[in-house]
């Protein structure tokens, strides 16, 4: 018997003759790769008895059928809580994981049975739930070693004699990463892995070796066993990839078929598989998709590899000489032209490797706090992220978790929006309330649990919200105010932490990213009591909590009125108000004594632009930066060059205050465009697929180009981003829409980017300084003779 | 030192006329070979490129190369009062910046205006390659337009090697006046390929009226939707040539 020191890299579970077998893969605190296996974990679920029943009577009932549940091995009568209300259940051990999905609906229908719970955990969840075993966190387990009899690719195999126990240990093992990208070849149409060969597959190490496996012609069968040798003998801890799970993966897969082998990468060297959460799951490594990740940086519209890798400053995209999906046969048949693929291959991985760097320390993190394994936490909602969060904490004071249920799509009333006063505002505070909502849901103690619904007495001590007059007990504190305080306070902890090491530490980067992680969860709670999606879904909670904060934002307004600081707009948690330290010093002191929560000024804007609408504006930031909200050059529907006539003009007007500047930037602008010296990409629009093809009823533009690269044999599936160009000639919208990969610039309706996109984006601004939109057309403004000048 | 005369100041006035049609302060290149000036008007539409050789004065000083610039329209005034068989005398005292003009006739008198600060900024020439080159009398150059310019504020004028048509289209009134190869209008034209292009006529009717009074004879160069560059010919030894950048129509 010895101790085991290990860090938690990926779990898994196995059943051999009805008995589950946990795996757990780690490392161990001398750098070995190890394998764990644990047979001391029985799984279980709960059967909730109704009020009136005995649980004896029901365990009884439930006896005399026991041939019917031959994998039952006991049955404990339980005192648990149920959305916070104490509960009688009964413990259902079952030995064999597989069949409790099965034994849950049976029992289900047994008299007293009010319903089964959390059948619909995992068993591999249950086991790192139950014990804490925490993923990328530090255990101690007493194991014994053992013969490797799978001759998994690891440095030892051991059965566990205790259930591991979490040690405190920041620091990460020294991981071995391997990052890689291929490129497909198909001579016509989109690449199909039954016919079309994998031409290039570009593989960069953490060690810094970088590697290129080229095929000879069309003959891919080499390269790809030369990968699997590669990764073998790398033998990497973590696969990181950009659209692997659902594009580099099944195609490598499915292409290896065809070929006559197998795609054995894992530490099981077996083949790469489809997990329950939609990612590609390979035992022993953790393979992250950072495509997954991408849906965390908003400002980021179109999430293409290249520009999250230019977002997170690993690669600019004026240094990368890009090449279109659709000229890949171009560039691989021709001689001269091969070396450009291949340096753009090896780019792509690079991008790969450095967006690995930048997020894997808070991919990492996240995945430590909420208890979702490395692999699944990026592939997970963030509505899902908070739930393991709130299930692991429920599992610590015995509430059950509930079940998932589908329930319609209900609006509520959300934050108040100001209606902005239009036109330039200088010196502008941001003031913003601090998480806002999780800290209305710990001072209101707004909680699934402390809710107390009409037709219950009411108890002594409750609070009740405003408007929707919803009910909370006051005490004691409900589920959702301890996890909250628990992570606000935590936060506080590891920010007071950080600021005792020196900033780019190996410590400091992984408690900045812990400090991330706990950030993101808090934010998400309030969106997670709205989401009907959620197993603690309660109405009145995310209705009551939207409340007070209504209630919140116009008490500050009605305050900072009444202390003569003038408000220009306000939205949800944050008020604009004219700069002025020292009101803004005593709004906030006030308001922190009044309503119990914190205010202070986020940003300062030298100057704010605001439109008519809501939502919608563009404030100059003192460092020269542009903050632009809601306006077309962040929304859908718009080609690049709208956007940039309008960030443009947005920049003339707040840094120079001359809208006559920005009408002559426009129609040179526009002069350009016609002399077609606007990068072709930039005319391009692009708009997701929401539906699946056949669902669109209308005739939208993007669905019309979708339905033509289906034709050229895309493969298109929902949420596909679909990029199209219009072309000129006579017809409707839709009827002059080309995809942009099958159309040329020849074709292009410069009229329509004119008319229809350049000048409505400029105007949108500029009209708000008297200038008419024909103003802004060229047949007013006759050309200068500068235009021929330049050379 | 800078110091010139000349005989008839009505060849000065016109052309000091034509120059200020397009801009108020003029920056003149003062050489020992003679004066210059090339200029575009405030919204860089038009441009003139005007020289004299000193061989067009009757008396011609200027010690080192310099440039001056004068409030045009305010030296118009004065040079609006010459009358017939006058003679005009420029001279600058460069201590106290300013321009002495003389006007001797019956009798003589002496203005001084004062010189501005001279633009430095060299106005390059437009890069156009010209496919059609047609040669109007000036005068039948400036009926056609000012036909035009009854109907529109925009003519649009096409080309080939048989003849030049301007097409004239306003709110309610149309007008196409055609001009053949060998009339007495259109001297010359040739095409290296048929061309058309769209100019103000604000512009182009101003340019031709002061121009007339110093010019015979135009030629007219031009591309599709280039610019059009006017040159009237001078009956002595210097140039007056404009440039009117076109319009885009758009449909």
Same mark, same amino acid.
């Given at each position: 018997m010895m101790k085991k020191i290990f860090w938690l890299l990926d779990v898994n579970y196995e059943v051999k003759n009805h008995q589950p077998e946990v795996w757990i893969w780690g490392i161990d605190d001398e750098g070995k790769r190890i394998l764990i296996l644990d047979r001391n974990f029985s799984p279980y679920f709960y059967l909730a008895i109704e009020e009136k029943e005995n649980p004896q009577a029901v365990m009884e009932r439930i006896q005399s059928r026991r041939e019917d549940y031959p994998f039952i091995v006991n049955l404990k009568p339980v005192d648990r809580k149920f959305f916070g209300r104490p509960v009688k259940a009964i413990k259902v051990i079952c030995q064999d994981p597989n069949f409790i999905e099965k034994y849950s609906k049976g029992l289900e +229908? #047994?008299?007293? *049975?009010e319903k089964c719970l959390e059948h619909d955990i995992r068993y591999s969840m249950r086991y790192l739930i139950d014990n804490d075993v925490t993923p990328c966190g530090w255990h101690e387990v007493e194991v014994e070693e053992t013969e490797n009899e799978l001759d998994i690719q690891v440095d030892g195999v051991y059965l566990a004699k205790s259930f591991p126990q979490s040690v405190e240990k920041t620091e990460v093992p020294q991981l071995k990463i391997l990052g890689f990208s291929i490129i497909c070849y198909s001579p016509e149409g989109a690449s199909k892995p039954e016919k079309n060969p994998v031409v290039i597959i570009s593989v960069a190490t953490n060690a810094g070796d970088e590697k290129q496996f080229v095929a000879k012609d069309s003959d891919d069968k080499p390269i790809i066993a030369s990968f699997i040798d590669y990764i073998q003998n790398f033998d990497p801890d973590i696969i990181v990839g950009y659209g692997a799970n659902t594009q580099d993966w099944p195609y490598l897969i499915v292409r290896s078929r065809k070929l006559g082998f197998k795609l054995s990468v894992d530490r099981a060297k077996t083949e790469p598989h489809r997990s329950i959460f939609g990612h590609m799951s390979l035992l022993g490594r953790a393979n992250i998709d950072f495509f997954d990740f991408a849906e965390d940086l908003p400002e980021v519209k179109v999430k293409t590899l290249e520009n999250v890798a230019d977002f997170l400053n690993v690669m600019k995209l004026e240094k990368r000489r890009f090449i279109e999906d659709v000229d890949f046969p171009k560039y691989w048949e021709n001689p001269e032209k091969r070396p450009l693929l291949l340096q753009f291959s090896k780019e792509n991985t690079q991008c790969v490797m450095g967006i690995a760097d930048a997020m894997l320390d808070f991919a990492m993190q996240l995945s430590n706090l909420v208890g979702l394994p490395l692999d699944h936490v990026g592939t997970a909602a963030v509505g899902f992220r908070v739930e393991w969060f709130l299930i692991r904490r429920a599992y610590k004071i015995g509430e059950l978790i509930p079940e998932r249920v589908e329930r319609p799509y209900f609006p509520y009333a959300g934050g108040v929006v100001l209606e902005p006063k239009p036109g330039i505002h200088e010196n502008i505070a941001v003031l913003d309330f601090k998480a806002m909502y999780p800290n209305i849901m710990i001072t209101q103690n707004v909680s699934p649990d402390t809710y107390v619904s009409p037709t219950e007495p009411e108890p002594s001590g409750v609070n009740v919200a405003p408007e929707v007059n919803h009910i909370f007990r006051?005490? @004691? @504190?409900?589920f959702y105010k301890k996890v909250l305080s628990d992570l606000i306070s935590v936060r506080d902890e590891i920010r007071s932490e950080l600021e005792k090491l020196s900033i780019g530490s190996m410590g400091y980067r992984v408690l900045d990213a812990r400090q991330k992680a706990v950030k993101v969860i808090t934010n998400a709670s309030y969106g997670y009591t709205g989401w009907v999606g959620a197993r603690w879904y309660v109405k009145p909670v995310a209705e009551a909590t939207a409340a007070w904060g209504r209630r919140t934002i116009l008490d500050t307004i009605e305050l900072s009125k009444k202390t003569g600081l003038e408000v220009v707009y306000g939205d949800t948690d944050s008020i604009f108000v004219k700069h002025d330290s020292e009101k803004i010093k005593k709004i906030s002191s006030e308001i922190g004594k009044k309503l119990g929560l914190e205010i202070k000024p986020d940003k300062i804007y030298v100057r704010v632009l605001f439109t008519e609408a809501k939502k919608r504006y563009c404030g100059l930031l003192p460092d020269g930066r542009l903050e632009i909200v809601g306006l077309e050059v962040v929304r859908?529907?718009?080609?690049e060059v709208a956007k940039k006539v309008q960030e443009k003009v947005l920049e003339i007007i707040l840094k120079e205050q001359k809208p006559e500047k920005a009408v002559k930037f426009v129609h040179q602008y526009i002069s350009d465009l016609r002399q077609k010296? *606007? @990068?072709? +990409?930039? &005319?391009v629009v692009w708009k997701t697929l929401? +539906?699946? #093809?056949?669902?669109?009823a209308v005739r939208a533009p993007h669905v019309e180009a979708a339905r033509m690269l289906m034709k050229e044999g895309w493969d298109l599936s929902l949420g596909d981003k679909i990029g199209y160009v219009i072309v000129a000639g006579p017809g409707r919208l839709y009827e002059k829409v080309k995809p942009h990969v099958l159309a040329s610039y020849d074709e292009v309706d410069i009229e329509y980017y004119m008319s229809k996109q350049v000048v409505p984006a400029a105007s949108r601004i500029l009209s708000m300084f008297g *200038?008419?939109?024909?103003? &802004?057309? @060229?047949s007013k403004a006759p050309k200068t003779l500068l235009e021929f000048m330049e050379s | 030192m800078f110091k010139v005369r000349m005989a008839d100041a009505k060849f000065l006035k016109d052309m000091i006329s034509a120059i200020s049609i397009l801009i108020d302060e003029a920056t003149f290149d003062l050489t020992s070979d003679g004066i210059k000036l090339r200029a575009m008007d405030p919204s860089r539409v038009a441009m003139v490129d005007f020289e004299w050789q000193k061989t067009v004065f009757d008396e011609y000083v200027c010690g080192e190369a310099m440039k001056m610039c004068v409030n045009i329209s305010e030296m118009m005034k004065l040079l609006r009062r010459t009358g017939k068989d006058e003679s005009v005398e420029l001279s600058l005292d460069e201590k106290t910046g300013r321009l002495k003009i003389a006007i001797k006739g019956k009798y003589t008198r002496t203005f001084n205006m004062p010189t501005l600060e001279a633009i430095e900024e060299e106005v390059p020439t437009p890069k156009v390659t010209f496919n059609v080159r047609a040669k109007t009398t000036t005068e039948g150059l400036r009926e056609a337009i000012e036909d035009a310019s009854l109907v529109s504020d925009h003519v649009r004028i096409e080309a080939d090697n048989e003849k030049m048509v301007m097409q004239a289209t306003g709110d309610i009134m149309g007008a196409t006046i055609e001009l053949k190869k060998g009339s007495d209008a259109l001297l010359d034209i040739e095409a290296k390929e048929a061309s058309k292009a769209t100019f103000s006529l604000s512009y182009l009717s101003e340019i031709v009226k002061a121009a007339v009074a110093t010019s015979d004879i135009a030629t007219l160069e031009f591309s599709t939707d280039m610019p059009i560059k006017l040159d009237f010919k001078q009956p002595k030894e210097g140039k007056l040539t404009f440039y009117l950048a076109p319009r885009i129509e758009v449909e």
């Amino acid at each position: 018997m010895m101790k085991k020191i290990f860090w938690l890299l990926d779990v898994n579970y196995e059943v051999k003759n009805h008995q589950p077998e946990v795996w757990i893969w780690g490392i161990d605190d001398e750098g070995k790769r190890i394998l764990i296996l644990d047979r001391n974990f029985s799984p279980y679920f709960y059967l909730a008895i109704e009020e009136k029943e005995n649980p004896q009577a029901v365990m009884e009932r439930i006896q005399s059928r026991r041939e019917d549940y031959p994998f039952i091995v006991n049955l404990k009568p339980v005192d648990r809580k149920f959305f916070g209300r104490p509960v009688k259940a009964i413990k259902v051990i079952c030995q064999d994981p597989n069949f409790i999905e099965k034994y849950s609906k049976g029992l289900e +229908k #047994i008299k007293g *049975v009010e319903k089964c719970l959390e059948h619909d955990i995992r068993y591999s969840m249950r086991y790192l739930i139950d014990n804490d075993v925490t993923p990328c966190g530090w255990h101690e387990v007493e194991v014994e070693e053992t013969e490797n009899e799978l001759d998994i690719q690891v440095d030892g195999v051991y059965l566990a004699k205790s259930f591991p126990q979490s040690v405190e240990k920041t620091e990460v093992p020294q991981l071995k990463i391997l990052g890689f990208s291929i490129i497909c070849y198909s001579p016509e149409g989109a690449s199909k892995p039954e016919k079309n060969p994998v031409v290039i597959i570009s593989v960069a190490t953490n060690a810094g070796d970088e590697k290129q496996f080229v095929a000879k012609d069309s003959d891919d069968k080499p390269i790809i066993a030369s990968f699997i040798d590669y990764i073998q003998n790398f033998d990497p801890d973590i696969i990181v990839g950009y659209g692997a799970n659902t594009q580099d993966w099944p195609y490598l897969i499915v292409r290896s078929r065809k070929l006559g082998f197998k795609l054995s990468v894992d530490r099981a060297k077996t083949e790469p598989h489809r997990s329950i959460f939609g990612h590609m799951s390979l035992l022993g490594r953790a393979n992250i998709d950072f495509f997954d990740f991408a849906e965390d940086l908003p400002e980021v519209k179109v999430k293409t590899l290249e520009n999250v890798a230019d977002f997170l400053n690993v690669m600019k995209l004026e240094k990368r000489r890009f090449i279109e999906d659709v000229d890949f046969p171009k560039y691989w048949e021709n001689p001269e032209k091969r070396p450009l693929l291949l340096q753009f291959s090896k780019e792509n991985t690079q991008c790969v490797m450095g967006i690995a760097d930048a997020m894997l320390d808070f991919a990492m993190q996240l995945s430590n706090l909420v208890g979702l394994p490395l692999d699944h936490v990026g592939t997970a909602a963030v509505g899902f992220r908070v739930e393991w969060f709130l299930i692991r904490r429920a599992y610590k004071i015995g509430e059950l978790i509930p079940e998932r249920v589908e329930r319609p799509y209900f609006p509520y009333a959300g934050g108040v929006v100001l209606e902005p006063k239009p036109g330039i505002h200088e010196n502008i505070a941001v003031l913003d309330f601090k998480a806002m909502y999780p800290n209305i849901m710990i001072t209101q103690n707004v909680s699934p649990d402390t809710y107390v619904s009409p037709t219950e007495p009411e108890p002594s001590g409750v609070n009740v919200a405003p408007e929707v007059n919803h009910i909370f007990r006051s005490e @004691p @504190p409900g589920f959702y105010k301890k996890v909250l305080s628990d992570l606000i306070s935590v936060r506080d902890e590891i920010r007071s932490e950080l600021e005792k090491l020196s900033i780019g530490s190996m410590g400091y980067r992984v408690l900045d990213a812990r400090q991330k992680a706990v950030k993101v969860i808090t934010n998400a709670s309030y969106g997670y009591t709205g989401w009907v999606g959620a197993r603690w879904y309660v109405k009145p909670v995310a209705e009551a909590t939207a409340a007070w904060g209504r209630r919140t934002i116009l008490d500050t307004i009605e305050l900072s009125k009444k202390t003569g600081l003038e408000v220009v707009y306000g939205d949800t948690d944050s008020i604009f108000v004219k700069h002025d330290s020292e009101k803004i010093k005593k709004i906030s002191s006030e308001i922190g004594k009044k309503l119990g929560l914190e205010i202070k000024p986020d940003k300062i804007y030298v100057r704010v632009l605001f439109t008519e609408a809501k939502k919608r504006y563009c404030g100059l930031l003192p460092d020269g930066r542009l903050e632009i909200v809601g306006l077309e050059v962040v929304r859908g529907d718009w080609a690049e060059v709208a956007k940039k006539v309008q960030e443009k003009v947005l920049e003339i007007i707040l840094k120079e205050q001359k809208p006559e500047k920005a009408v002559k930037f426009v129609h040179q602008y526009i002069s350009d465009l016609r002399q077609k010296r *606007v @990068p072709y +990409k930039d &005319l391009v629009v692009w708009k997701t697929l929401t +539906k699946r #093809i056949e669902e669109y009823a209308v005739r939208a533009p993007h669905v019309e180009a979708a339905r033509m690269l289906m034709k050229e044999g895309w493969d298109l599936s929902l949420g596909d981003k679909i990029g199209y160009v219009i072309v000129a000639g006579p017809g409707r919208l839709y009827e002059k829409v080309k995809p942009h990969v099958l159309a040329s610039y020849d074709e292009v309706d410069i009229e329509y980017y004119m008319s229809k996109q350049v000048v409505p984006a400029a105007s949108r601004i500029l009209s708000m300084f008297g *200038v008419a939109e024909d103003e &802004l057309l @060229p047949s007013k403004a006759p050309k200068t003779l500068l235009e021929f000048m330049e050379s | 030192m800078f110091k010139v005369r000349m005989a008839d100041a009505k060849f000065l006035k016109d052309m000091i006329s034509a120059i200020s049609i397009l801009i108020d302060e003029a920056t003149f290149d003062l050489t020992s070979d003679g004066i210059k000036l090339r200029a575009m008007d405030p919204s860089r539409v038009a441009m003139v490129d005007f020289e004299w050789q000193k061989t067009v004065f009757d008396e011609y000083v200027c010690g080192e190369a310099m440039k001056m610039c004068v409030n045009i329209s305010e030296m118009m005034k004065l040079l609006r009062r010459t009358g017939k068989d006058e003679s005009v005398e420029l001279s600058l005292d460069e201590k106290t910046g300013r321009l002495k003009i003389a006007i001797k006739g019956k009798y003589t008198r002496t203005f001084n205006m004062p010189t501005l600060e001279a633009i430095e900024e060299e106005v390059p020439t437009p890069k156009v390659t010209f496919n059609v080159r047609a040669k109007t009398t000036t005068e039948g150059l400036r009926e056609a337009i000012e036909d035009a310019s009854l109907v529109s504020d925009h003519v649009r004028i096409e080309a080939d090697n048989e003849k030049m048509v301007m097409q004239a289209t306003g709110d309610i009134m149309g007008a196409t006046i055609e001009l053949k190869k060998g009339s007495d209008a259109l001297l010359d034209i040739e095409a290296k390929e048929a061309s058309k292009a769209t100019f103000s006529l604000s512009y182009l009717s101003e340019i031709v009226k002061a121009a007339v009074a110093t010019s015979d004879i135009a030629t007219l160069e031009f591309s599709t939707d280039m610019p059009i560059k006017l040159d009237f010919k001078q009956p002595k030894e210097g140039k007056l040539t404009f440039y009117l950048a076109p319009r885009i129509e758009v449909e």
